[in-house]
T-cell receptor
Framework: GDSVTQMEGPVTLSEEAFLTINCTYT??????LFWYVQYPGEGLQLLLK?????DKGSNKGFEATYRKETTSFHLEKGSVQVSDSAVYFC??????????????FGKGTKLSVKP | DAGVTQSPTHLIKTRGQQVTLRCSPK?????VSWYQQALGQGPQFIFQ???????QRGNFPDRFSGHQFPNYSSELNVNALLLGDSALYLC??????????FGDGTRLSIL
């Protein structure tokens, strides 16, 4: 079945360091790919998305490129801030009836950024 | 513009009891999905409602049931609660092929 595998944390970085969180997927159809972020005590917020191969999603300095040949969607940011500390989830969805089908999530990667 | 709202925020129940969680979707959204997030894990899909019908269902037992009302709001019902049902329950809403927006969840604790 469809699945998402992402690097397990926790990941601890110093402020202004470069961030990479790896994510690979398995899907039978043509999935859309997402990164969601969860701050303590809150629900999930959509960070960025890509709907087809070679698309690049970007938001708030974060980027991820949909790589069909390597079935990957790695999250990157050039310079992290303390406020980026959160849990990051990679997810996929295969369309259903013209709508977005159910999301399949990875286990999450906890990021801590130290001043 | 209100986002997805869930109630209650926290809930404590005992084994064997029944619980109902509520969700109001973001304005303009007509599809509601429910997820269970165990501590330290990613959310797991329970089911999705569209036009008041269950459209998709994940690998959850029949103890988990739901409903969608004409105003698109939704309820999640869990019967015969088990200790393993303790989790954060997340509601997400969407419209057509747009990304799902999540509420802050209901934290359910089973004693």
């Amino acid at each position: 079945g469809d699945s998402v595998t992402q690097m397990e944390g926790p990941v601890t970085l110093s402020e202004e360091a470069f961030l990479t969180i790896n994510c690979t997927y398995t899907a039978t159809g043509y999935p859309s790919l997402f990164w969601y972020v969860q701050y303590p005590g809150e629900g999930l917020q959509l960070l960025l998305k890509a709907t087809k191969a070679d698309d690049k999603g970007s938001n708030k300095g974060f980027e991820a490129t949909y790589r069909k040949e390597t079935t990957s969607f790695h999250l990157e940011k050039g310079s992290v801030q303390v406020s980026d500390s959160a849990v990051y989830f990679c997810a996929l969805s295969v369309g259903y009836g013209g709508s977005q089908g159910n999301l399949i999530f990875g286990k999450g990667t906890k990021l801590s950024v130290k001043p | 513009d209100a986002g997805v709202t869930q109630s209650p925020t926290h809930l404590i129940k005992t084994r064997g009891q029944q619980v109902t969680l509520r969700c109001s979707p973001k304005s303009g959204h007509d599809t509601v999905s429910w997820y269970q997030q165990a501590l330290g894990q990613g959310p797991q899909f329970i089911f999705q409602y569209y036009e008041e019908e269950e459209r998709q269902r994940g690998n959850f037992p029949d103890r988990f049931s739901g409903h969608q009302f004409p105003n698109y709001s939704s309820e999640l019902n869990v019967n015969a609660l088990l200790l393993g049902d303790s989790a954060l329950y997340l509601c997400a809403s969407s419209f057509r092929d747009q990304p799902q927006h999540f509420g802050d969840g209901t934290r359910l604790s089973i004693l």
